[in-house]
Structure formats: structure tokens, C-alpha cells
């Protein structure tokens, strides 16, 4: 476990286009907290090498959920699996990244993105190679040296997304990454994102509220209801990747998937 | 402050205060409060002697050691009592007990305990010290946003790694305010165990100037030791605010 090649040597991921297997399967969860119902016996699959997103209302257990997946939390009852194996804890072939980033504030750059495999014991020229190509990779060529503090929120995650990718886990979960980011970043990002998800074949497990977000990025999207969250309907846009950004925000299929979810989720507004 | 058009510098109250204090002395109103030059011309007399120096020597060397006791324990145990409910249960009462209880009333037992030497000092200091650092640790530790520690969890991180690489430097501007508060406290500490003892360092210079009524040295051993504990809590406090950076940005 504690050198790079043991990481790589997950199982092979299909391809894209190929039907995927399933990476992360859901079982049965549900939990409740002292007074609160979170989630009642919720079930669900991520295709491997896709990204899934959790929608929902606020307060609907999304974030919940995907720590029960991360090992985080315990769930009172039913399992998860993820790559055919039951979580009971965190474990190497998941990585987190979060909402409000979580970088350590006293280490730059390099340090926070090799931070994950400091923990692993990985020697110093080794994990900093790693580290060098997935700061590239999000972006942060130029910006090694510079503390977290130094960095804009969207650069910050960045650097959370680049410390997720460089521990060579097979799945990712990512909590609102991007709520705390500003509008022009956010777009920006998303771009990234999809490019990463081709490229890196990972699994994503994307948390947010914005139904646009979701659409946009996703290859699956669970919608839950509010509380005690419980999975209300899946549904599978199938945009067409090869057009860009602007024309997809444009597509009937798009513009039609954004609406049907509106009204759906509305009911819980009014 | 401004007079006149002229800034002056912050330490110039101190200048009135002195001259103030050698016109009470000229005055020879009372034997207690000689005039400030005869007791800095005394400081400059006693301070080479070799008395003098052991004394220093030995109040350093029993300070430094009961410092380093109540860091090495303090730190750990106030990270471990934010991190678990049950040590801090369990701690707790004692700790808060002892922050505010009349120290000096226990150094008479700790001298039964540990005999009139250095070691009734250093157990003196350590009780002076400890429970400010214990404190302030916890609250730093407790302080940290959870989303580290599930950071710290879900890459993967042991209970040692966590505390080493983490817990310790998230609670560091903390920890260090507690440290300066603990040394504040174990200069306190070390003069009044080596004064109940009074037969090593300073306290037994205390002991043979006040018995003989010699003021000027008295009064120039104060200066000594709060020009000290002064220094030390400046020094510190300039060391803490180069952490500040990060404890602004932390969140």
C-alpha cells in the first residue's frame, strides 16, 4: 500500500462509451441522527468511469450520503460497496474532496497536493513528481510555492481536486466543490472537470444544488427528496459531448433536462 | 501619544514613573524605597558576583526544566482532551480546578513531598505552568474545522500522523498563546518556590537581603527578574504574531 505502483494497479476501467460497470453501489442506507431522519433506505449504482451527481434540496442528505460512501460517517443500516468490496471506513480507492477545501494552511502548494501521500509514507522526490503533474493538470503550473491563503477559492480547490487525483484513487467524491467559487470560475472548472473525467477514467460522485451544474456535468443524476432523503428518480441526459460548452447550454436535450428537474424540485419551493 | 507636536515613543511613561520613583527616594520618606539610582548602581555591583550568577544559574536551569515538563505533557494532553470526550471528562474538572486554584498553597506539600532542592522548584514551576497550556491547547484543538480531521481521515491518516502532521499545527497560534501564558505563570513559579524553599537561587538571595533590611538589593533583584518575564512574554507574543498568518486564513 505504500508505493505508487501498488495504487495504480487498481482494476482496468472500460471504456467511456462502453456499457461501464458499476464502481460504487448503494444498499439499503439509511441513518438517522438524534431527531433528524437523513436518509430512508437509499439505493443506488455509479457506473464506473462516469460522473454521477447527487441533486436535491438542501437538507436532503446528499452530503450525508456521499460521506457514508467515503467510510466518514457510519450508516445505521444497509452497505455500500465500492469496486465489489464493503466500505467500513475510508479506505485508498476513494478520495474526498470538500466543500470548503480543506487545505492545510501552513504548506504550500506541493505539500497539500502530495499531502495525501505523505500520509502513505511515499518518499519526498517521489510524491513531489506526482504532485508536479497534478498541479499541472488542474491548472496551477507557477503557483508550487505559493500558500493557500495566497490563492483565489477557486484556485484553492484546485489544489483539493489535484490532491484527490494525486493518491491514484479510482473513485471521487466530491462534495459541492465548486459552491464556494465564483460564477466565471465555477464555468471554468466544470470545463476541467469533464475534460479530467475522459481523461483520468475515474469515478465521480458529485454532490450539488445547482440543477445546472448537474445536468451539465453528469452522465448520471439521482434526485432526492427532501427528509428523510430517500432516491426519487434517476435520470440520464445524454448530452452531446462533442459540441462545445456554449452549444450544449443550448440543446433542446439540455434545456429540456434543466426544466423537467425544475418542475420536479419546484413543489419544494413553493 | 502626542505633546507638543513631538510623538513619543510608548516606554516614555516609564521615564516619568522612574523619576517619580527617585524623588520619593531623595525624599528618604521611608527606609523601604531607596532612590533608583543607588539601587541600579547595586544591580551593576551584583550582578558578576558569583552569587549572583549562581543564583541565575540555578533559577535558568529549574525554570527551563519545569517549562519543558509542562510543554512536553501540557500540549499532548490538551490536544487529547479535544480530540476525545471521554479524556476530556475526565480531565477537565481537575484542570479548570487547578488553573484557578492558589498554587502557592500546595508548594509547601510538594516540599514534603520532594525535600527543600531543585526539584521542589521544578514541580513548582510545572504546577504554575501546566494548566494554561493544557487549556489553551484544548480550545485550539477543539477550534479546528472538522472538515480537516475528515481530511485527515479520509486520506488515510493514523491517530499519530494525524496528531503530528494536524492536530498540533491547526492548534499551533493556540498552543502558543497558551505557552506564553504558561511561561508568564512559571516565572511566577519558580521565584515563589524557590522563596518558600529559600534556601537556593534568588529565594535565598531574597532571604539574606530582606533579612538584613539591604533594599538597594532587593529592589535591584525585582528589576532583574521583571525585566525577565517582561522580555520572555514580548519575545513570545512577537513569535506568536509571525503565525498569525495562517490562523486569519484558517477558517
Given amino acids: 500500500m505504500s508505493t505508487i505502483a501498488s495504487l495504480t494497479a487498481s482494476p482496468p476501467i472500460a471504456d467511456r462509451r462502453a456499457e461501464p460497470s458499476t464502481a460504487v453501489a448503494v444498499r439499503a442506507v439509511s441513518k438517522a441522527y438524534p431527531g433528524v431522519e437523513a436518509l430512508r433506505e437509499v439505493s443506488l449504482d455509479c457506473p464506473a468511469g462516469r460522473l454521477t451527481t447527487l441533486l436535491g434540496p438542501s437538507g436532503c442528505g446528499k452530503t450525508t450520503l456521499l460521506k457514508i460512501i467515503a467510510g466518514l460517517i457510519k450508516a445505521d443500516a444497509g452497505t455500500v460497496e465500492v469496486l465489489g468490496r464493503t466500505v467500513c471506513g475510508p479506505g485508498p480507492e476513494r478520495a474526498f474532496v470538500f466543500q470548503d477545501f480543506a487545505l492545510l494552511p501552513w504548506a504550500n502548494v506541493v505539500r497539500n497536493v502530495a499531502f495525501g501521500l505523505e500520509l502513505r509514507d511515499v518518499p519526498k522526490s517521489e510524491r513531489e513528481a506526482v504532485a508536479a503533474h497534478y498541479i499541472a493538470e488542474v491548472g496551477l503550473k507557477g503557483f508550487e510555492t505559493k500558500y493557500p491563503h495566497e490563492l483565489s477559492g477557486g484556485m484553492r480547490q484546485r489544489v483539493g481536486l489535484a490532491r484527490a487525483l494525486a493518491v491514484k484513487a479510482d473513485v471521487l467524491l466530491m462534495d459541492e466543490p465548486f459552491s464556494a467559487v465564483d460564477e466565471q470560475t465555477r464555468r471554468k472548472f466544470q470545463e476541467d472537470l469533464l475534460r479530467l473525467v475522459a481523461q483520468e477514467r475515474k469515478t465521480f460522485l458529485f454532490v450539488t444544488h445547482s440543477i445546472e451544474e448537474a445536468v451539465y456535468l453528469s452522465d448520471r443524476i439521482v434526485l432526492l427528496s427532501r427528509r428523510p432523503g430517500r432516491i426519487w428518480k434517476v435520470i440520464e441526459p445524454d448530452l452531446p459531448r462533442t459540441l462545445s460548452p456554449d452549444q450544449i447550454r443550448r440543446e433542446p436535450v439540455y434545456l429540456d433536462t434543466v426544466e423537467a428537474i425544475w418542475q420536479n424540485l419546484r413543489q419544494y419551493v413553493e | ?251
Fill in chain 2, 1 to 251: 501619544m502626542d505633546i507638543l507636536g513631538y510623538r513619543l515613543p510608548a516606554s516614555a511613561s516609564l521615564l516619568l514613573w522612574a523619576a517619580l520613583w527617585e524623588l520619593v527616594g531623595r525624599l528618604g520618606l521611608t527606609i523601604l524605597v531607596p532612590p533608583l539610582s543607588g539601587v541600579v548602581v547595586r544591580l551593576a555591583e551584583i550582578v558578576p558576583t558569583e552569587t549572583f550568577q549562581d543564583a541565575l544559574l540555578i533559577t535558568a536551569r529549574t525554570f527551563a526544566i519545569g517549562v519543558a515538563i509542562a510543554i512536553a505533557v501540557g500540549v499532548p494532553a490538551g490536544i487529547a482532551m479535544g480530540r476525545s470526550a471521554i479524556v476530556d471528562r475526565l480531565l477537565l474538572p481537575w484542570v479548570s480546578l487547578f488553573v484557578s486554584a492558589p498554587l502557592s498553597a500546595l508548594v509547601p506539600v510538594t516540599m514534603v513531598l520532594f525535600g527543600f532542592g531543585e526539584t521542589t522548584v521544578v514541580v513548582t514551576v510545572v504546577l504554575f505552568a501546566i494548566w494554561i497550556i493544557i487549556l489553551d491547547a484544548r480550545a485550539g484543538t477543539r477550534n479546528i474545522s472538522p472538515s480537516l480531521v475528515e481530511m485527515a481521515a479520509s486520506y488515510g491518516a493514523g491517530r499519530w500522523q494525524a496528531f503530528a502532521k494536524i492536530y498540533l499545527w491547526a492548534a499551533l497560534p493556540e498552543i502558543l498563546a497558551g505557552i506564553r501564558l504558561g511561561l508568564v505563570r512559571a516565572v511566577k513559579g519558580v521565584i515563589i518556590g524557590q522563596l518558600l524553599v529559600s534556601v537556593i537561587g534568588f529565594g535565598y538571595l531574597f532571604e539574606i537581603y530582606s533579612s538584613n533590611f539591604l533594599m538597594e538589593h532587593m529592589w535591584a533583584l525585582l528589576l532583574v527578574l521583571f525585566a525577565a518575564a517582561f522580555t520572555l512574554d514580548a519575545t513570545l507574543g512577537r513569535l506568536e504574531k509571525r503565525f498569525d498568518y495562517y490562523s486569519a486564513v484558517r477558517g
